[in-house]
C-alpha cells in the first residue's frame, strides 16, 4: 500500500496550484477591465499583453459578468460607471490640490454616476414630456335628484292673502 498514486501532499500541492491560477487569471482581468475603462482598445491592450484581441475581449466580458455585476439591465453601464468613477477620483485629487475649476465637471461627474445608478433626474426630453399640462377633464354630466321639486311652471299657485 506504499504505491499510491496521488499522495495527500501531491493533492494539496494540485489544489494549491489552482487556486493560485484561478487568482491571477481574475487579476489579469481586472487589469484588462481597468486599460479598456482608462481608454486603451482591446487591440492595443492585447499588444501589450502578448495575446490576441478576441482573449482579451473574453476576459474583458468574464470581468464585466462575473465581477462587476450592478442591477443595471445593459453591460455598457458597467464600462461607464467605471470610467466615471475614475474621472471622479481625478477631479476629486484636482479640487483637493486647490484647482477650484475642477467643481464643475466634478459635479457633473457626481449627476452622471447618480443617472446611472437611477438617483438623478430623468433626461430632459422625458422631462419635458411630464412637466406639460394634462389635458382638462371632460366636464362630467350633471347629477339629477331624486326627489326634486316640480318645475315652478307645474307648482300650485298660491294666492295672495
Not at 489579469?28 to 495575446?51: C, D, H, K, N
Amino acid at each position: 500500500m506504499a504505491d499510491e498514486s496521488n499522495p495527500p501532499s501531491t493533492r494539496a500541492q494540485e489544489r494549491k496550484s489552482a487556486k493560485a491560477r484561478r487568482a491571477y487569471k481574475a487579476q489579469v482581468r481586472q487589469i484588462y477591465f481597468r486599460a479598456l475603462a482608462s481608454g486603451f482598445t482591446p487591440e492595443q491592450i492585447a499588444e501589450t499583453a502578448g495575446v490576441s484581441a478576441r482573449t482579451v475581449r473574453r476576459e474583458i466580458d468574464r470581468a464585466i459578468a462575473a465581477a462587476r455585476r450592478l442591477d443595471a439591465p445593459d453591460r455598457y453601464v458597467h464600462l461607464q460607471v467605471e470610467r466615471l468613477t475614475k474621472a471622479l477620483r481625478l477631479t476629486d485629487a484636482a479640487i483637493d490640490r486647490g484647482h477650484i475649476q475642477a467643481v464643475v465637471p466634478h459635479i457633473k461627474l457626481v449627476a452622471a454616476l447618480d443617472r446611472f445608478h437611477g438617483l438623478g433626474p430623468r433626461p430632459a426630453s422625458s422631462r419635458r414630456k411630464s412637466l406639460a399640462a394634462p389635458p382638462p377633464p371632460e366636464p362630467a354630466a350633471p347629477l339629477q335628484l331624486t326627489r326634486a321639486a316640480p318645475p315652478l311652471a307645474e307648482a300650485p299657485a298660491q294666492e295672495p292673502a
